[in-house]
């Protein structure tokens, strides 16, 4: 597990302030290292991410096949978004932190 110092070293500066000014705004209570980085790099919730798919929004709606959205309930495709978007979460933090492990490579 990592802590605090590695993590936050896979964030750019504006990231940092980005997360600290979203937790100030969001949350009554310090965040984990897993929930300030979803605030830092703007990761929706899993419900906003539903709803703006929902919407037609197609980073969201594309995470699931369209003949799900077309042929399962609301519950159905909920729970399956559900899954698709942890996954996608996951990814999108671990391509953040191999980018800047990257550039500092450089």
């Not at 209570?29 to 300030?36: G, K, N, T, W």
């Amino acid at each position: 597990m990592k802590n605090w110092e590695e993590e936050l070293q896979t964030l750019t500066e504006e990231q940092i302030k980005e997360g600290f000014l979203k937790a100030r705004k969001t949350l009554d209570y310090p965040p984990s290292i897993a929930q300030f980085k979803k605030l830092a790099l703007d990761l929706p919730s899993v419900t906003q991410a539903f709803t703006a798919a929902e919407a037609g929004h197609p980073k969201f709606r594309n995470l699931i096949i369209s003949w799900d959205w077309k042929n399962l309930s609301r519950k159905e495709l909920q729970e399956k978004f559900r899954g698709a978007y942890e996954v996608y979460q996951e990814n999108k933090l671990n391509m953040n932190n191999n980018q800047l492990l990257e550039n500092k490579g450089e």
